[in-house]
């Protein structure tokens, strides 16, 4: 009785072959005009007996979007081209590997696997992890991974910036315009947190932080966290900032990716504030984002980069950077910022940004 | 044409691509196998997602208790593996039953209230996959890394690769053979018989007597045990880890395969090497950064367009084949 | 008001059978040649599965022709399409009327026509005007899931008249209504005909052709056999049946007959055959039972007699267990189930079959395989590639000489094909009970009387059979009943 | 007691305009619905909707056009692949599923394309319409639309009955493929509107804005028993259920990614309970 089927089934499947074909050649010659750039200059290395180094950029994510991806690509990109241009023969490939954490590793096994990288770069907390039993099975491959912190392996080099610096900046900035006299700030001692999701770096010290932060100010400070559950429902960022307004806060810190859009749209329509994270946003919301404590991943990744096309990195130990070496900072000469934010605090920030400076103040991360 | 090569053959460009291709073919083939039996009892399960989650999770669960662990050193360290036999067994039993819980309570829920398990069985995934999400990234999770993960299971539970260095394992040919007992279940007894009148005729299989609310259970049941078995070989074969999302799209494509498969078991094994291949070669293709995600995606799309439509391409090539056949 | 025409119309069905044989081609319909006039009420007659219902599907747009044309007035068409059918005058009144079940009547009549607004109000009055005219009572705003058959044809028929045809095509109206009603719809019919109407009417009742058509035609094997005034019964009985099968079966039913003459006495034999008892169900929607009880015997063909509406549909779906009742018994040589018990895996290890009325859906389905549907009680536990299922599968299409791999769905088969294959399963499991709902509906004389043969046979064979039918015609030959009862309003009178 | 007023006005200040566009999105599933597609296709179709309009509003500085272009386009392509599922008897689930990669793939290839940026595209000096107030009733009144379409228009009623009795239909001349095309385009109007109020409410396009609204539509469609008004009440509930909990997460009690799934768990137990109408 089945016999039908099956050949109905082998058709259908050849035919299927056939068509997947055709749709491939149509959608990759588009992609072509991309590839060959990289074949010209294959070619040419043919020629060129000084062996070809290929960086790899392992973006865990995606660029586009990300202000911390994007720093870290245009970090590499500037010190690649950099050395291409004073003669060394190096080249840059960017590899985005999608927001799934479990496919990370056979991705990364691909791009170590196929030894076409002398390094790869990458940036995420949960990537020496992930690299670790990788490079045990490819231990001549070489890795960099920045926002993160791992130690005993040769071949993994790590450097991690200072987040309870970042975090303690905001928190401190937040609470600060919470109890001035802005027009928007209300009584309540009461700052907020939206993240994207939960996660350790974000529970254990980011969120810890923010609030030692506020308390610097006044010790009554609370921190309603709340959480959006990914990474891109703008609209329900917007209606987490809205509730947290309701109950009484009135400076927000969105650590929520796209959904940071949604709390800046709150923030345009409720009237309160934003402390923004990572890099500058003062001109997402000009008047509405009053500060913005940032981390130099563009010129880590630069430096670090340079260093090992130098070959003067010290490989395989982890390193700590932050505000002492300028790696974490507080954006405080935007203009947008000075505009908008009276002298009185700003004069405050700055003092905190010197203590923590001068080493007066110490924050460490475990 | 050089592009196009470069694109398809790519999964076969190395046993590394190859080996992982047959890996994500077997997950897929284990989840749409019971999707597939979803649809044959006239059922349609939209919580795959949340049943290869919860399986995964419970088999990460059972492998890193502090027994398990012990009972995989006593075998790693060449004494008697019958406790590592029986931790392995037991995740797996519980893995199968905790897919099956979300594929029953559906399918309870439409025997008795006449639910619609259409949306029953995704409202349960939706309700679930954060509690899971925050059981991984909370109290489950490995304190010691920042992995949103739970503990790697020890290499005693690990199913080895048979393609070294891919991540190839027995669970391919598990894969087959589910699909295979699947098809035969369903054309070669009585049970499967009934199963499938019951989904395209259920008046008559209510005429004739048949159990046809028990059926839908049963039908549901065994398509949540199935997507468990995806979550099960997902952590001893795949990831050896429960990640945050590790089930994201997978209960989707599952039930895309079963119906470019037409609810047929044995052509979910076709259908889901063909589904890995493209997702393969669109990952590939990007990995080598030749394409961007958002083409791969518009060829996936247009691929989803075309794979079920009877173009008149298809019916030429049938006749041809026919005549081939005739001679 | 136009006349149609078709000329030469063929009509050939391509039927592919199993892996490796070849497709093979059924000629439906042979150059027919037939004039449909105005004011005429025109008879088509043939047996199940001569060609009348392609004609007219070709004729309302359904089927398109192999080769031929259709003259609607001045217009040849080498084919039409529903529309064009409507839009020509031409509307037709299915046998099963196809209507949708999750809208209400008025909505199920304005379904296709012109416009935007479905002016609701408007489009009833103006129903009911055309309902008026025809005697037809209905509740407009009922959804159609809820109408009786009878009703669902007035609605469909009511559809057809809004769209004031020349040329309304009528499939088997009279095997749904019942005796009165269908003296009064065709009177209606007469009269419109009279005003210029033109009828076509499908039939496979020669007396109602006789007496109701202006113009008869004779269809067999696809081929027009006559065409002109009508004739005498005899005559046409003749040129429908040759062999003369029908008289047969009356003699035959003669001849085994031990009549008792009256309603078994309730209750003193529970040991064989079929016994109810108070049985009650009240299902929404529908004509409920109040404690029915009676007894068919075993040997014996019983027959229950009522209109549509008088809850002889209820019964039969309390009898197949496919209604819960609410209190009362039932009885076999087998089993006495309570009414809590009564499901179909039930009553069938009680030793009772059932054919049921609805047999495309519920007897059957068009998505299964023919194999499938025959072996629902016969399936072993494991299926072995030439197995018995099987070989008793190909036995009944042998036996029926229904030449069909196993493999092929049952929508290929022919309404009087799939009664026979349901009637066959149902026997083959020798039932000590037989119920049989409305077994002739849609059959040819010569099928009908077969399946009496088989029903007597059975019967002689000690199974008890019970027909449930609103057809009168059914008694056209009460030997062949040893006893009828006669319900209404879901009691026995 | 005005303070109780007050609050009562502040949950449906953000109860209603937050629950706007699910119900669009819901009220265009539902039509499908009733045509016999099942409108997996409405998250994408709402991402694509949402990306033309911001795209075209920041092209014009007129948010009408955005939104006219925003309807043009999803149209214009859940019509294409309607058409094609029909004329190609394509398996509708499949290739609704595939309009969802479509909108992917193709959002953020023109994304990049025009603003250079795959991620959030943010119209600068928009700060939103002010017109929040007015989602709600507009929502409902498309509601109402809705309803009349399907109750008091001939298309309407023909579109019910391609999707529950297509033979019934084309026997009446009324071609029940043309009718599902006629749904998947009410759907993608629906989907465009919805996209547009998300978008333009955050003067933004933020990939994957949508965020699962279209399933959520879907299963309002069922909770509704598809019937527009019960639907209204469905993605009230929901709204509710959600705002609920983004009060809950401020409390603190409990974790907050818990607290996520609770709309759709408060959602099963209704469905499981509240009694279903047969079939």
Same mark, same amino acid.
């Given at each position: ?74 970090? /590499? ?78 071949? /993994? ?47 254990? /010290? ?161 | ?19 992982? &291709? &047959?890996?994500?073919?077997?997950? &897929? ?105 925050? &059981? ?192 | ?79 039409? #399409? ?120 499908? #039939? ?66 529970? #040991? ?5 008892? !108070? ?34 549909? #209820?019964?039969? !779906? ?80 042998? !036996? ?94 | ?89 394509? *398996? ?115 990939? *994957? ?17 598809? *019937? ?17 909990? *983004? ?33």
């Amino acid at each position: 009785m089945k016999r039908n089927n099956l050949k109905r089934i082998t058709a259908t499947g050849a035919v299927l072959i056939a068509l997947t074909a055709a749709v491939s050649i149509l959608s990759v010659s588009c992609a072509k005009k991309t590839a060959e750039p990289d074949d010209a200059s294959a070619a040419e290395n043919a020629q060129n007996s000084n062996r070809e180094r290929v960086i790899a950029v392992f973006v865990p994510g995606i660029v586009s979007g990300s202000p911390v991806y994007e720093m870290l690509v245009s970090g /590499v990109e500037k010190a690649v081209d950099e050395a291409a241009g004073a003669g060394a023969n190096v080249r840059l490939q960017v590899i985005e590997a999608g927001t799934k954490q479990a496919d990370w590793g056979a991705k990364m096994t691909t791009l170590a696997s196929s030894a076409n990288y002398a390094l790869i770069v990458s940036s995420n907390p949960a990537l020496p992890e992930i690299v670790d039993p990788i490079s045990k099975q490819f231990p001549a491959q070489k890795f960099v991974i920045f926002d993160s912190y791992f130690e005993g392996n040769p071949a /993994v080099t790590t450097f991690r910036y200072n987040q309870r610096e970042q975090a303690y900046l905001s928190g401190y900035m937040a609470a600060l315009v919470s109890t001035s006299g802005m027009e928007s700030a209300n009584k309540d001692k009461k700052i907020g947190l939206v993240a994207g999701q939960e996660y350790p770096a974000m529970l254990n /010290v980011i969120l810890p932080a923010f609030l030692e932060g506020a308390k610097a100010v006044d010790p009554e400070f609370e921190v309603d966290f709340r959480v959006v559950g990914n990474w891109y429902d703008a609209a329900k960022g917007a209606e987490l900032a809205r509730a947290m307004n309701e109950a009484g806060v009135d400076v927000i810190m969105p650590i929520s990716g796209g959904a940071n859009q949604g709390v800046v749209a709150a923030a345009k329509e409720k009237g309160f504030y934003v402390a923004w994270f990572d890099d500058n946003g003062y001109a997402k919301a000009p008047g509405r984002v009053v500060s913005s404590s940032i981390m130099a991943q563009e010129r880590l990744a630069y430096e670090k980069t340079r260093d090992w096309i130098n070959g003067s990195l010290a490989e395989g130990t982890p390193g700590t950077v932050g505000i002492a070496d300028g790696y974490v900072d507080f954006v405080s000469d935007d203009p947008l910022y000075v505009e908008h934010v009276p002298a009185a605090l700003r004069e405050k920030q700055e003092a905190l940004l010197a203590k923590l400076k001068s080493g007066e103040l110490v924050l460490t991360v475990k | 044409m050089n592009a196009f090569a470069e694109f398809a053959l790519g999964p076969f460009s190395s046993l590394w691509h190859a080996g992982n &291709l &047959l890996d994500k073919a077997g997950l &897929l083939m284990f989840a749409s196998t019971g999707a597939a039996f979803a649809l044959k009892s006239g059922t349609f399960n939209l919580g795959g997602e949340a049943q290869i989650y919860a399986s995964a999770l419970v088999t990460a669960m059972i492998l890193s208790t502090p027994s398990a662990v012990a009972a995989a050193e006593l075998a790693g360290s060449g004494g008697s593996a019958g406790p590592a036999l029986f931790f392995f067994a037991l995740a797996c039993a519980l893995a199968l039953a905790a897919g099956g819980l979300l594929g029953f309570i559906p399918g309870e829920l439409k025997a008795r209230f006449g639910a619609s398990e259409l949306l029953t069985s995704f409202l349960l995934s939706a309700a679930l996959l954060p509690v899971i999400d925050f &059981l991984i990234a909370g109290p489950l999770r490995d304190e010691g890394k920042n992995l949103l993960a739970t503990p790697a299971i020890a290499d005693a539970f690990r199913m080895r690769s048979l393609l070294p260095p891919s991540l190839m394992n027995a669970s391919f040919f598990l894969a087959c053979g589910t699909a295979t007992v699947a098809a035969l279940f369903l054309s070669r007894t009585r049970a499967g018989y009934r199963l499938s009148v019951a989904g395209t005729a259920p008046e008559f299989a209510r005429f004739a007597g048949f159990p046809v609310k028990r059926i839908t259970v049963a039908g549901m049941t065994a398509s949540g045990a199935l997507h468990g078995l995806a979550g099960f070989f997902a952590i001893v074969g795949t990831w050896f880890m429960c990640h945050q999302g590790l089930s994201s799209g997978m209960g989707w494509s599952a039930l895309a395969i079963a119906l470019i498969a037409r609810h047929n078991p044995l052509a979910v094994i076709p259908a889901s090497l063909l589904y890995a291949w493209i997702e393969s070669a669109s990952d590939i293709a990007v990995l080598s950064s030749r394409v961007s995600f958002d083409s791969t995606a518009i060829v996936q799309g247009v691929i989803f367009l075309f794979i079920s439509a009877k173009l008149p391409i298809a019916g030429q090539l049938r006749a041809v084949l026919k005549k081939r056949r005739a001679r | 008001m136009k006349k149609a025409e078709l000329r030469h119309i063929r009509k050939i069905f391509e039927t592919r059978g199993d892996a490796g044989e070849e497709v093979r081609s059924v000629a439906a319909l042979d150059d027919v040649t037939l004039t449909f006039n105005p004011g005429e009420i025109h008879a088509i007659l043939g047996e199940n599965g001569a060609g009348k219902s392609t004609l007219v599907h070709i004729l309302s747009g359904l089927h398109r022709p192999t080769s031929g044309v259709i003259a609607i007035g001045d217009s040849v068409f080498n084919a039409v #399409t529903p529309s064009q059918a409507i839009g020509n005058g031409i509307a037709m009144v299915h046998q099963r009327p196809l209507l949708c079940d999750e809208l209400t009547v008025t909505e199920n009549i304005l379904l296709g026509s012109p416009g935007f607004l479905a002016r609701k109000p408007k489009a009833a009055e103006k129903i009911r005007a055309a309902a008026d005219a025809w005697g037809i009572e209905l509740d407009l705003s009922r959804k159609t899931h809820t109408l009786s058959a009878a009703e669902r044809f007035y609605a469909a028929l009511l559809g057809a008249l809004l769209r004031s045809p020349d040329l309304l095509i009528l499939d088997e109206p009279a095997s749904i209504l019942a005796a009165g009603e269908h003296e009064r719809f065709f009177t209606a019919l007469r009269a419109h005909c009279s005003n210029g109407l033109g009828a076509v009417l499908i #039939t496979h009742r020669v007396a109602e052709a006789v007496r109701w058509s202006d113009r008869v035609s004779v269809l067999r094997e696809g081929k027009l056999l006559y065409s002109g005034a009508a004739k005498t019964l005899d005559e046409l009985e003749r040129m429908i049946d040759p062999e003369g099968l029908a008289s047969r079966t009356a003699r035959l039913a003669l001849a085994s007959d031990q009549k008792e003459g009256q309603a078994c006495k309730i209750g003193t034999d529970g #040991t064989a055959g079929l016994s109810v008892r !108070d049985l009650s169900a009240s299902p929404p929607n529908r004509t409920p039972l109040s404690g029915l009880t009676f007894c068919a015997p075993p040997g014996k063909i019983t027959a229950i007699y009522g209109l549509p509406g008088s809850g002889l549909s #209820t019964l039969e !779906d309390a009898l197949s267990g496919m209604l819960r009742c609410t209190s009362g018994s039932l009885a076999t040589s087998a089993a006495v189930l309570e009414a809590s018990e009564v499901a179909p895996s039930a009553l069938r290890k009680a030793g009772l079959a059932c054919v049921p009325s609805n047999r495309t859906w519920r007897g059957s389905n068009p998505e299964l395989a023919i194999g499938h549907m025959l072996c629902a009680y016969r399936m072993p536990r494991f299926i072995s590639s030439k197995n018995e299922a099987e070989v008793f599968a190909k036995k009944i299409l042998e !036996d029926e000489r229904i030449n069909a791999p196993l493999s092929r769905k049952t929508s290929t088969l022919s309404g009087g094909q799939l009664q026979r294959l349901v009637l066959d399963r149902e026997l083959a499991e020798k039932p000590s009970v037989l119920v049989l709902s409305e077994p002739e509906w849609g059959l040819d004389i010569k099928s009908a009387a077969a399946l009496r043969l088989k029903l007597a046979q059975a019967a002689q064979e000690g199974t008890a059979v019970l027909v449930l039918t609103d057809n009168p015609d059914s008694f056209r030959d009460p030997s062949f009943f040893s006893n009828v009862l006669v319900m209404e309003e879901g009691v026995l009178i | 007691m005005n303070g109780v007023f007050s609050a009562f006005t502040g949950v449906l200040d953000s109860l209603l305009p937050a629950a706007s566009p699910l119900l669009l999105a819901s009220l265009g599933a539902l039509v499908s619905e009733h045509a016999g597609v099942l409108a997996v296709f409405m998250d994408g179709a709402i991402n694509f909707g949402g990306f033309v309009c911001i795209a075209v509003t920041g092209a014009t500085g007129s948010p009408l056009a955005g939104v006219a272009a925003a309807i043009a386009l999803t149209v214009l392509l859940l019509f294409a692949v309607s058409r094609f599922t029909e004329r190609t008897g394509a *398996n509708p689930f499949l290739t609704a599923l595939s309009v969802n990669l479509l909108s992917s793939g193709a959002t953020s290839l023109s994304s990049s394309a025009l603003f250079g940026t795959r991620g959030t595209v943010a119209l600068a000096d928009f700060s939103g319409l002010d017109l929040r107030l007015w989602y709600f009733p507009a929502s409902l009144a498309a509601a109402a639309a809705v309803s009349f379409f399907l109750q008091r228009t001939l298309a309407g009623i023909s579109l019910r009955a391609a999707g529950s009795a297509p033979e019934a239909l084309a026997a009446r001349g009324g071609d029940p493929g043309k009718y599902r095309t006629l749904s998947w385009c009410i759907a993608a109007f629906f989907a465009a509107c919805a996209g547009s109020m998300l978008t333009l409410d955050l003067g933004a396009w933020v990939p *994957n804005v949508s965020a699962g609204r279209g399933w959520t539509a879907l299963a309002a469609v069922y909770l509704g028993y598809k *019937n527009p008004w019960l639907c209204a009440a469905a993605v009230l509930a929901f709204a509710g259920a959600e705002y609920a909990t *983004n009060i809950l997460q401020g409390l603190g009690r409990m974790p907050a990614t818990i607290i996520l799934g609770l709309p759709y768990a408060l959602a099963l137990v209704v469905f499981a309970l509240v009694p279903q109408r047969k079939q």
